[in-house]
C-alpha cells in the first residue's frame, strides 16, 4: 500500500483560489491512479477528480468541472488539486486516495489520506 498526507487547505473567500497538495510514500507513486474526494458536515464523502498514473486519463465530477484541475509529478511523489472560483458549497474536508485503476468509485480506492480542511466564506 501507499501512505497518503494532504495539505495546503484553509480558508479562502468565495471566487478565491486554493492549491493542495498529496504526498506519496511506501511504494512507486507512478504505479498508482490517484484521486480527490472530499466530505462536508452530515454528507456522504463524494468523488472529485482522479488522474491516471501518466496522466493522460482524467475524470471530474459535473460540479467542478471547469474550476478545478489535477495534476500530478511523479518525479516528487505528488498530487495537485488546483482549485479556481472556488464556492461555499465547495466547503469540505479534501481527501486524498489511491487505486489500482482509473476509477470513480469510492470503494476501489484502497489507500486514503487523513484529509484537509477547505472552507469557502461568502
Known amino acids: 500500500q501507499v501512505q497518503l498526507v494532504e495539505s495546503g487547505g484553509g480558508l479562502v473567500q468565495a471566487g478565491g483560489s486554493l492549491r493542495l497538495s498529496c504526498v506519496a510514500s511506501?511504494?512507486?507513486?507512478?504505479?498508482?491512479?490517484m484521486g480527490w474526494f472530499r466530505q462536508a458536515p452530515g454528507k456522504e464523502r463524494e468523488f472529485v477528480s482522479a488522474?491516471?498514473?501518466?496522466?493522460?486519463?482524467?475524470r471530474y465530477a459535473d460540479s467542478v468541472k471547469g474550476r478545478f484541475t489535477i495534476s500530478r509529478d511523479n518525479a516528487k511523489n505528488t498530487v495537485y488539486l488546483q482549485m479556481n472560483s472556488l464556492k461555499p458549497e465547495d466547503t469540505a474536508v479534501y481527501y486524498c486516495?489511491?487505486?489500482?485503476?482509473?476509477?470513480?468509485?469510492?470503494?476501489?480506492?484502497?489507500?486514503w489520506g487523513q484529509g484537509t480542511q477547505v472552507t469557502v466564506s461568502s
Open positions: 486516495a489511491a487505486a489500482i485503476t482509473l476509477t470513480t468509485i469510492e470503494r476501489h480506492f484502497g489507500s
Open positions: 488522474i491516471s498514473w501518466n496522466g493522460g486519463k482524467i
Open positions: 511506501g511504494r512507486t507513486f507512478s504505479s498508482y491512479v
